[in-house]
């Protein structure tokens, strides 16, 4: 029967029919599949009749129905493409009568802003999930009303927030941002800042400052897991990508010990602000990429472009990388590396630009726009403020003129229509003219720059783990990857792999973004595991990619979407990949399958504990290794105590202990914790002598306490570790007791000492005459006996220097010893 409807309808009225149809949850929940499988065909076919069209006759005669579908010419085809795209990308549209609604801004491409009460719930179970790995440690760090941070570096930021605290006169006072201290400005700035910040926020007083030490690290990684899960949609356009992402950031060890509860350290700053930077970079890149995969059989790739430029969120996406850039340089001393991977993303995204015909200058503006907010911010932050060192006000002008001159020649490149291997080729040429240039015109900042490189790959800090490298040959290499990352890391590289292969064969700007970024810290971390948690967050996208096409494979989950796009046959014409939906006659597909053969059962079972279950184990272990144990935390506060009760000051209360301890004790008896460079210079020299006490000379009132736990092994009985940790210094048949080292706390894990002159006792008796000088000491529950045997000299003098206060005897006699005897090295003598 002839149909006398027009063909063509108006895109507003064809774009509120589709969304209708779409959102039909009565009859079923795959409308947009049904949708795209129609713009497909249509795509494929000027017009098209029923039997090429994958879909049932109910569902054909509903799209008719609807005026969706229209019949020209006894065939069909799409009464308005732009009305059905319209829809599926989520965009207001205006009538063909001209009158229109003020538009709103188009919100990003693939983005969770619009609400899906599932995938909002399982986000919220993998945060929650996120936050719960990120606590483990809470019942270490909340002790008796003292918040006790994990490892040594996190005292080191705890000592400059409550620094700035005492000089700040409130949250306003920008002073404390405009003339901070050089120690502070030197290589942290931002870190400071912020942690200052949200002190003052919170109060500006101990609480506060306690509470910014023990949850900022927690609340910095639930925003990073938003900012990941947002990344891995963007990426992906799968909201089961995002989630698992999500998840496997949870349960990457190295991550855990970094940004667990009271870790307040500048990784915190830095690993969010990274997110950042590659959602806005993956963001920017997919949007030209959806455009032009939209207008490539249209208008054009020009088209596309300049809708992207007149795009408002562009511009946004650009500044915001701008300012993220910025903010994770001055976040730490290794700023200079955050500007290499966006230099590298820069060269080739213009490479694939060319390669596709897009104008890489116009395609790249927004970028190029972003690194222009960051070079003038990081230039304002540097010599305004004084905050980092001189590179890092100059590396990201650098970046920019690359940057510049790199779309420039990818420009010309592309009106020569020259081949894009020669392009890459010639960009890597310019990049090693760029550095040359640099060194001649700033030799002073390339030498600075070279011995930051060869500090953070080549030093040796002294036997620190985070130093290692992530091949580890101790651990046969392939088993260190899974301690610090989890299993993950081995899905996650396959599908690294992959993505290279994606993005040599088509435009995938946003895979770009995650494979340079996944590379250039897999590299750094193949030097030093400290950047495996870097790693961590592109790492867990490309991972959770893995884990749902690893579900898919065996049946338990529906194929990633990027899996089930339209492929493109030898003639360039689009042609559909199979699909199973409800509309073609097959059952619906659910995003995850819950299936009552046990059999599939298991192998869902087996399959999270293959790629969850050893990180369930490693988390915890890993974030305990961190953790001060009960011995350490009681044996400073015994010396605090002490400290309090002698009227101690700095230094005179310094403690020495390992190096890696140093910090925490200091921290909590004198709030000294900047440095531990005297403990990791001197600690190891003093536990291996064979006389302690000629060190009490040597400390000249630099130390007043020292700490010795007992996880260093056996050590040979003649050490000052054995005669001081295993003996208490009370001496035996081979030693003689200590004269300067009082047993403060003892227990097997810790012992305490504080470093004393000690009193002289002083007695008349016969010529020759030995005796012996005793007494005993309760000590963390212990009864410690100190004895001397001592001989009396030709003219019966006896002098005995001794480290503890109370009742001795001498002989027949008794002698009391006072405790300001004992610190001042009084004389004293029986009655």
């Avoid at 901070?180 to 030197?186: E, L, N, T, V």
């Avoid at 006389?691 to 050490?719: C, L, M, N």
């Avoid at 000088?773 to 019966?796: I, K, P």
Wanted: hydrophobic share 45%; charged share 20%; glycine share 8%.
């Amino acid at each position: 029967m002839a149909d006398d409807r027009e063909p063509e309808r108006d895109p507003a009225a064809v774009a509120d029919a589709a969304a209708a149809f779409r959102d039909d949850a009565d009859d079923r929940d795959d409308g947009e599949a049904v949708l795209e499988t129609l713009l497909e065909v249509d795509d494929e076919y000027e017009t098209w009749t029923f039997d090429e069209l994958p879909l049932d006759s109910g569902t054909f005669g509903e799209l008719v129905s609807r005026d969706i579908v229209a019949k020209t010419d006894g065939e069909y085809r799409v009464a308005s493409r732009d009305g059905v795209r319209a829809t599926l990308e989520g965009r207001e549209i205006a009538d063909e009568s001209g009158e229109s609604e003020d538009e709103p801004l188009p919100v990003p491409f693939s983005s969770p802003i619009a609400f899906d009460p599932r995938a909002a719930g399982a986000l919220v179970g993998a945060l929650a999930f996120l936050v719960a790995m990120r606590l483990l440690n809470v019942r270490s760090v909340f002790r008796d009303g003292l918040v006790v941070s994990p490892g040594n570096d996190p005292y080191y930021y705890r000592y400059w927030m409550e620094e700035l605290l005492a000089a700040s006169n409130g949250l306003t006072d920008w002073s404390i941002l405009t003339d901070m201290p050089d120690g502070a400005a030197g290589t942290r700035p931002l870190t400071h800042a912020a942690n200052w910040w949200f002190a003052e926020l919170l109060g500006g007083d101990q609480w506060a400052a306690d509470v910014v030490a023990a949850g900022l690290p927690v609340v910095a990684t639930l925003a990073l897991g938003v900012v990941v899960y947002w990344l891995a949609v963007v990426v992906t356009d799968d909201v089961r990508v995002g989630v698992a992402s999500v998840v496997l950031l949870a349960l990457a060890p190295v991550h855990a010990v970094y940004s667990g509860v009271g870790f307040l350290e500048h990784r915190l700053h830095q690993y969010f602000w990274l997110g950042v930077t590659l959602l806005t970079l993956a963001w920017l890149g997919v949007d030209v990429q959806r455009r032009h995969g939209r207008e490539r059989e249209q208008t054009g790739a020009r088209t596309a472009v300049r809708e992207h430029l007149a795009c408002p969120w562009a511009w946004v996406a650009g500044l915001v990388l701008g300012i993220a850039l910025t903010l994770s340089a001055f976040a730490w001393g290794g700023s200079v590396l955050m500007f290499v991977p966006v230099a590298g993303y820069v060269a080739l995204k213009a490479a694939i630009d060319v390669r596709d015909g897009l104008s890489p200058a116009l395609a790249n503006a927004p970028l190029v726009a972003g690194l222009v907010v960051s070079a003038v911010l990081s230039a304002f932050l540097h010599f305004r403020w004084g905050w980092h060192e001189t590179f890092t006000g100059v590396i990201p002008a650098v970046v920019v003129v690359g940057a510049l001159a790199v779309v420039a020649l990818g420009e010309c490149w592309r009106q020569l229509e020259w081949p894009v291997g020669g392009f890459v080729g010639v960009t890597a040429v310019l990049a090693g003219f760029g550095l040359l240039a640099f060194r001649s015109v700033r030799p002073g900042d390339w030498e600075r720059l070279w011995g930051r490189a060869d500090d953070l790959f080549f030093r040796d800090h002294m036997g620190a783990t985070e130093t290692g490298s992530l091949f580890a040959t101790e651990n046969s290499i392939i088993f260190e990857p899974m301690a610090q990352l989890g299993l993950n890391f081995y899905l996650a590289l396959a599908v690294l792999v992959w993505a290279c292969w994606l993005v040599y064969q088509r435009y995938e700007p946003g895979w770009l973004v995650l494979a340079v970024s996944t590379t250039f810290w897999l590299v750094l971390a193949a030097f030093q595991v400290r950047f495996a948690a870097q790693l961590a967050v592109p790492l867990s996208v490309l991972g959770g990619m893995g884990l749902v096409y690893l579900l898919a494979w065996v049946d338990l989950a529906r194929v990633p979407k990027r899996f089930r796009e339209s492929e493109t046959d030898e003639t360039g014409r689009s042609r559909l990949r199979e699909r199973k939906t409800a509309a073609d006659g097959g059952e619906r597909e659910p995003s995850v399958v819950v299936s009552r053969d046990w059999r599939q059962l298991v192998m869902l079972f087996w399959i999270a504990l293959l790629i969850c279950g050893m990180s369930l184990i490693f988390v915890p272990s890993l974030s305990a290794q961190t953790a001060y144990s009960d011995a350490q935390v009681d044996a400073t506060l015994a010396i605090d105590e002490h400290a309090m009760d002698a009227d101690r000051e700095y230094p005179e209360d310094f403690v020495l202990s390992q190096w890696g301890d140093s910090r925490m004790h200091n921290y909590f008896v004198n709030g000294e914790a900047e440095r531990y460079s005297y403990a990791q210079s001197t600690f190891d020299d003093f536990v291996t002598d064979t006389d302690p006490d000629s060190w009490h000379d040597e400390f000249d009132d630099q130390v007043g306490y020292v700490v010795i736990t007992g996880d260093r092994g056996e050590a040979p009985p003649e050490t000052s570790l054995a005669h001081l940790h295993d003996n208490l210094g009370t001496g035996d048949s081979d030693r003689e007791p200590l004269e300067h080292y009082q047993a403060l706390y003892v227990d097997d894990e810790a012992t305490a000492f504080a470093v004393v002159p000690g009193a002289n006792v002083t007695a008349e008796l016969e010529p020759g005459e030995t005796v012996t000088v005793a007494t005993e000491q309760e000590v963390s529950g212990e009864t410690l006996v100190y004895e001397r045997v001592e001989t009396a000299d030709e003219d019966g003098s006896l002098e005995v220097r001794v480290p503890y206060a109370g009742e001795y005897s001498v002989g027949d006699e008794t002698v009391e010893v006072s405790e300001e005897a004992v610190e001042n090295g009084g004389t004293v003598a029986p009655d």
